[in-house]
């Protein structure tokens, strides 16, 4: 069985390993490919977001009371992230390389931080403190990752 830590972890590089295509798509000028990989992106980033804030952080703040906490924080960020996979979007729509590359950079730097957060602090915290519920949640969580 997987860890929180574990499992959570593979997704971020799952979701990086998207991301890497659509930059490869750019380089490459092709665009309807880079929208279609970046549409893939988005919903892999947001079904993610999905499983932390209704399964994995309620869980978690009962579990400690800890509501201003770490994922607090993590929801704060997730906020800003989705709005720059708009913005992304909307750049890669305008078929815009120097927009989308500005956005994505800035994406690229809020996950990475955000990812070392949740897996050097958050997701170790959740492994401990939900170890009797792990099972049930990395079940709930993968259904929404896959949705």
């Given at each position: 069985?997987?860890t929180i830590?574990q499992?959570m972890?593979?997704?971020?590089?799952?979701?990086?390993?998207?991301?890497?295509?659509v930059?490869?798509?750019?380089?490459?000028e092709?665009?309807e490919?880079a929208r279609?990989?970046?549409?893939?992106?988005?919903?892999?980033?947001?079904?993610?977001f999905?499983?932390?804030?209704?399964l994995?952080?309620?869980a978690?703040e009962?579990?400690?009371?800890m509501?201003?906490g770490?994922t607090?924080?993590?929801?704060?960020?997730?906020?800003?992230?989705?709005?720059l996979l708009?913005a992304?979007?909307?750049?890669?729509?305008?078929?815009?390389?120097?927009?989308?590359?500005g956005?994505?950079e800035?994406?690229?730097i809020?996950?990475q931080?955000?990812?070392?957060k949740?897996?050097n602090m958050?997701?170790?915290?959740?492994?401990?403190?939900?170890?009797?519920?792990?099972?049930?949640?990395?079940?709930?969580m993968l259904?929404k990752?896959?949705?």
């Open positions: 069985m997987h830590q499992f972890a593979g997704d971020h590089r799952r979701c990086d390993d998207i991301f890497v295509q930059e490869q798509a750019i380089a490459a092709q665009w490919r279609a990989v970046f549409a893939g992106f988005q919903r892999a980033v947001l079904q993610h999905e499983a932390e804030e209704t994995l952080f309620p978690f009962e579990r400690t009371g509501t201003q770490p607090a924080v993590m929801r704060s960020e997730h906020e800003q992230m989705r709005e708009d992304a979007r909307d750049a890669l729509a305008a078929q815009d390389a120097d927009t989308y590359s956005e994505a800035t994406l690229l809020m996950m931080q955000h990812n070392m949740e897996e958050l997701y170790p915290m959740c492994d401990q403190r939900l170890a009797d519920q792990t099972e049930a949640l990395l079940a709930g259904a990752i896959n949705a």
